[in-house]
């Protein structure tokens, strides 16, 4: 079995920030664990005790159906409002799920009203034409330029010796030495993840 790390959640009616998994309402306000409330792993991991450990449930919080609050899965009625784990409809993952689709229909909504918002493409008539138009003018004019060849209706007015082009030849040869590396195994890490049980 693995090690139970207890998570944070932050009051989402005071503010109040990373209270303790386990303190089921805030310590500021009194607000319990809903909706709202969402566990995150803290900065510094410490793990719980194997004497608490064995004391805490496995499964996912539920969620009252009255009060909003969470409840420990361990628990058969709301420790808020005294309502039975069997009218509980949802537990913490089903909740966070139902919340994440929420938001996704409210950022739908928003998209819809904007594209209801942006421009659109109309058909318009032109009633009236202002119409003007630019012309260039060719002037027949010399230009002195040097080339290899002539085009036609070109005069030729001096010559002279240039260098046309550079070719390469082999001068001499050159041994490199090349270095090849590959990979071995050196050693082998033990690596662990955590899992969100939806208790805290």
Not at 63 to 84: E, H, I, P, R, Y
Not at 117 to 140: F, G, S
Not at 151 to 167: F, G, H, M, N, V
């Amino acid at each position: 079995m693995g090690k139970i790390i207890e998570g944070l959640w932050d009051c989402p009616f005071c503010g109040n920030k990373r209270i303790r998994a386990g303190q089921k309402t805030c310590p500021d306000c009194g607000h319990p664990q809903d909706e709202n409330t969402k566990f995150y792993m803290p900065d510094e991991i410490k793990y719980v005790s194997e004497e608490e450990a064995e004391k805490i449930s496995r499964n996912p919080d539920w969620q009252c159906s009255f009060c909003g609050s969470l409840n420990s899965d361990d628990l058969n009625v709301c420790k808020n409002c005294g309502a039975t784990k069997e009218d509980s409809e949802r537990n913490y993952f089903e909740m966070r799920q139902q919340e994440e689709e929420k938001m996704g229909i409210f950022a739908a909504i928003i998209f819809g009203m904007m594209s209801c918002l942006a421009p659109k493409i109309k058909n318009v008539t032109i009633d009236d034409l202002d119409w003007e138009r630019t012309i260039d003018i060719e002037e027949v004019v010399t230009h002195n330029e040097s080339d290899w060849s002539l085009p036609d209706d070109a005069r030729l007015q001096y010559t002279k010796s240039e260098i046309q082009s550079y070719k390469d030849v082999l001068d001499h040869y050159e041994t490199v030495t090349e270095t090849k590396t590959r990979s071995v195994i050196d050693h082998y890490e033990e690596k662990s993840s955590y899992v969100d049980l939806g208790n805290g």
